[in-house]
T-cell receptor, first 113, second 111 residues
Framework: GESVGLHLPTLSVQEGDNSIINCAYS??????FIWYKQESGKGPQFIID?????DKRQGQRVTVLLNKTVKHLSLQIAATQPGDSAVYFC????????????FGAGTTVTVRA | DAMVIQNPRYQVTQFGKPVTLSCSQT?????MYWYQQKSSQAPKLLFH???????NEADTPDNFQSRRPNTSFCFLDIRSPGLGDAAMYLC??????????FGNGTRLTVT
């Protein structure tokens, strides 16, 4: 079935650099997307979300970009810190008639000191 | 303050011995979800409740059952755990068009 997936399973980044985590989705009906961060031994933690009527949304040190033309979603983390080391999942919610979340495979981000 | 609380954090059960995992939420959301997450994989939805309406995913084994006695609590019952059921079980709650809030999970070991 249709699902959300990530391009790379792992990402190693130098502390202080910017990180970009990518995600591709295949369901054109999806209208709500969320990025989660999951640290070892914990549940997924909400980072930022975006609806399909937007192409960019910013939070504190994070930016989510949505390109509906190519069905691509990305998460940018500015000035990556050691505490950003975690697994990052993108997830899609197909909108008002489907409030279930479908998760992509995840990207493990490792921050090098 | 934790909004979704799962107990216990770690659970060990024997092969075939029934086990119950519990979840409570303080957000008063209509919807509660149970996800299964195996090592290095994405969470996989098992089922969800919209109020008292139970919704099973098509590929969720019959071995997994759930109860929701009230808005705040939801239980996952595994009737006859197999070795393949060892995983992290995540409970979540949320509303339509809003992000889910997850608990920290229960890690189930089957011996």
């Amino acid at each position: 079935g249709e699902s959300v997936g990530l391009h790379l399973p792992t990402l190693s980044v130098q502390e202080g650099d910017n990180s970009i985590i990518n995600c591709a989705y295949s369901n054109s009906a999806s209208d709500y997307f969320i990025w989660y961060k999951q640290e070892s031994g914990k549940g997924p933690q909400f980072i930022i979300d975006i609806r399909s009527n937007m192409d960019k949304r910013q939070g504190q040190r994070v930016t989510v970009l949505l390109n509906k033309t190519v069905k691509h979603l990305s998460l940018q983390i500015a000035a990556t810190q050691p505490g950003d080391s975690a697994v990052y999942f993108c997830a899609e919610n197909k909108g008002s008639n489907d409030y279930k979340l479908s998760f992509g495979a995840g990207t493990t981000v490792t921050v090098r000191a | 303050d934790a909004m979704v609380i799962q107990n216990p954090r770690y659970q060990v059960t024997q092969f075939g011995k029934p086990v119950t995992l519990s979840c409570s939420q303080t957000l008063n959301h209509n919807v509660m979800y149970w996800y299964q997450q195996k090592s290095s994989q994405a969470p996989k939805l098992l089922f969800h409740y919209y109020d008292k309406d139970f919704n099973n995913e098509a590929d969720t084994p019959d071995n997994f059952q759930s109860r929701r006695p009230n808005t705040s609590f939801c239980f996952l019952d595994i009737r006859s755990p197999g070795l393949g059921d060892a995983a992290m079980y995540l409970c979540a709650t949320g509303g339509i068009g809003s992000p889910l809030h997850f608990g920290n999970g229960t890690r189930l070991t089957v011996t």
